[in-house]
């Protein structure tokens, strides 16, 4: 019997690969804009509005991570046994109520603790949201591409994510300006609620009938790759919930233009170069990116103005960008057959973890020694996954499984 995304594949093998996976990146980018338009703000209004310190900043911030760490297991169990589709909905539905959470925190600004623990909450059910969606996404757009554009699926579907990071950072920083965090709130329920439309329009994957591997057997072939992407993934945490900070502490103007930068050559580097890991090794691709990356961590810790920073921003954006795709061809490929779904969700799962380590973590530092002693810390683990990378790129040539080097 065929696969049931193979025969999807075939139907649409006159299109392009753009035309057979955009509805996914449609609803992808719908989603995610959610999390642009909060970027900027979110820091500033835990931090000005709320009074709390960097700690609870990175708390609030790092709560998403850690709610889609703990739902990413269950996300892609659904998605490999419910469909996709089912999972995706279910997280636009939760994204709607973060929303409405956000909303609600409002109504206890003179008790700060109260409305921070609100948001908190807000942030928590928002993780489990985005968890549901970028994994079912994730296993929709795998059987959508096919294996030969395995990577090439991964980028272009994070890209679609950083697209919306791009648009909603200074949509946001208007947003919030003009009209508070109340703007904030009503976005984070609309937003999905769009998306909510579309997939419901879309035709479902049919989860493949053959017997699944469990859990313990897919988190031990993904994670080495796993933890390379944890380490790296600490220079976008600290981009995300640090960034605004360092701008606003330095008198800077346009903290948004950072966040744009960096989301603005994480897509180019993916439209462009997307298809280098598949053509190239995703070991190899992932080393050369984790060194720029490193690089423009490196320069916004230096930074003398504005536009260096930026500069650094986009240089991580645009080494960030390969480094998720170049270790989830290794993850992919290493799993066991008919795990797409959890496997890609066991190894983001390392990425949540990494990014809701990072904020409380990177709050502490920034508390002892200051904002930019930040993005120091965050160069020095980012060259920490290159050993990895070595590593799983001496196993290539070797030609060994992946799970005996593990």
Do not use: N
């Amino acid at each position: 019997m065929p696969d049931p995304g193979t025969s999807q594949l075939s139907t649409a093998g006159r299109s392009s690969f753009a035309v057979t996976i955009l509805p996914v990146l449609a609803f992808t980018f719908i989603t995610f804009m959610v999390t642009g338009i909060a970027m900027p703000v979110l820091p500033l209004h835990v931090h000005d509005r709320l009074g709390m310190g960097t700690v609870m900043v990175g708390l609030v911030t790092g709560a998403q991570f850690a709610m889609a760490l703990v739902s990413r297991v269950w996300a892609g169990t659904v998605a490999d046994t419910a469909g996709a589709k089912r999972a995706v909905m279910m997280g636009m539905v939760a994204a709607v109520g973060a929303g409405l959470l956000y909303l609600l925190s409002l109504r206890y600004l003179g008790t700060p603790v109260l409305s921070a623990s609100v948001l908190l909450a807000g942030r928590a059910l928002l993780g489990g949201a985005e968890s549901f969606v970028i994994t079912g996404a994730l296993g929709w757009g795998l059987v959508l591409a096919g294996s030969r554009h395995t990577g090439k699926a991964i980028a272009w579907i994070g890209m679609a994510m950083y697209v919306a990071f791009a648009i909603g950072a200074p949509l946001g920083t208007a947003l919030y300006s003009s009209y508070g965090f109340a703007a904030i709130g009503l976005a984070t329920a609309l937003f999905p609620l769009a998306g909510l439309g579309l997939v419901a329009l879309l035709r479902g994957i049919v989860p493949s009938s053959r017997g699944r591997p469990s859990f313990v057997q897919v988190i031990g072939a993904v994670s080495l790759p796993g933890v390379g992407l944890a380490l790296a993934s600490l220079g976008f945490g600290a981009i995300t919930t640090f960034i605004s900070l360092l701008f606003a502490g330095k008198g800077w103007g346009g903290g948004w233009a950072a966040f744009t930068g960096f989301s603005g050559a994480f897509v180019i580097a993916r439209l462009f170069f997307g298809h280098l890991p598949d053509a190239l090794g995703g070991a190899r691709v992932a080393l050369v990116c984790l060194l720029v990356e490193a690089a423009g961590q490196m320069l916004i810790w230096l930074a003398p103005t504005p536009l260096v920073a930026i500069l650094g921003a986009a240089l991580t954006g645009f080494g960030y960008s390969l480094v998720y795709p170049g270790f989830g061809i290794e993850a992919v490929r290493a799993a066991p057959s008919g795990s797409g779904a959890l496997a890609m969700g066991a190894f983001t799962a390392f990425l949540d973890l990494a990014l809701g380590v990072s904020g409380p973590l990177l709050g502490w530092v920034a508390s002892g020694t200051g904002i930019p002693s930040v993005f120091l810390v965050s160069t020095v683990v980012v060259l920490g996954a290159t050993g990895i990378a070595i590593r799983l790129q001496r196993a290539a040539k070797l030609r060994l499984p992946l799970k005996e080097e593990i």
